[in-house]
């Protein structure tokens, strides 16, 4: 690994941990030329690349920055954290990642973003619902928000005993 201080390729790591839940190991790095230490992160490649096969059929790269853009709008200026934000992409992005191999339907996408806001602020699911179903009248918000309230929270993992029409 070069220093970023000297660039020379000599160093020792002086501690290794787990970060960011399991996904990165954190090194702690000291240089033997300058003496200085800085630290390193290494993650797992995400090899397969995912496609993104939208509603008119055309097919994009896969971005988690789309997603996050997505749910900052949706949160606004309400009180969630940056970090929930972003746990809430990274935990999505693993999941598709997962699930598929090249391509995945946005629809997908748009579905889980929702379902994982709804359990995040009741307030942000809804502007995002807005958006993901182009609702344009208070008559259709409203709706949505009845819907909403009259369904029970999908508990993530647990098979549907009927399949969804």
């Given at each position: 690994?070069?220093?970023?201080?000297?660039e020379t390729d000599d160093d020792k790591v002086i501690d290794?941990?787990?970060?960011?839940e399991g996904r990165a190991i954190r090194r702690r790095r000291?240089?033997?030329?300058?003496?200085?230490?800085?630290t390193t992160?290494?993650?797992?490649?995400?090899?397969?690349?995912?496609?993104?096969?939208?509603?008119?059929?055309?097919?994009?790269?896969?971005?988690?920055?789309?997603?996050?853009?997505g749910v900052q709008a949706a949160c606004g200026k309400r009180p969630v954290p940056e970090h929930a934000k972003q746990s809430l992409v990274d935990a999505i992005?693993?999941?598709?990642?997962?699930?598929?191999?090249?391509?995945?339907?946005?629809i997908v996408?748009?579905?889980?973003?929702?379902?994982?806001?709804?359990?995040?602020?009741?307030?942000?699911?809804?502007?995002?619902?807005?958006e993901y179903h182009g609702l344009e009248t208070a008559d259709q918000v409203a709706a949505e928000a009845s819907e909403f309230a009259r369904r029970p929270k999908h508990i993530r993992d647990q098979q549907d005993l009927f399949e969804r029409a």
């Open positions: 690994m070069h220093c970023p201080y000297c290794s941990r787990p970060s960011d000291e240089c033997n030329s300058c003496h200085k230490r800085f992160y290494e993650r797992v490649e995400q090899t397969a690349r995912l496609m993104v096969v939208k509603k008119d059929g055309t097919r994009v790269q896969f971005n988690p920055e789309n997603i996050l853009r992005e693993d999941e598709l990642h997962r699930d598929f191999d090249r391509e995945v339907p946005s996408i748009g579905e889980r973003v929702m379902s994982r806001l709804r359990d995040l602020d009741e307030i942000a699911y809804i502007r995002y619902a807005c």
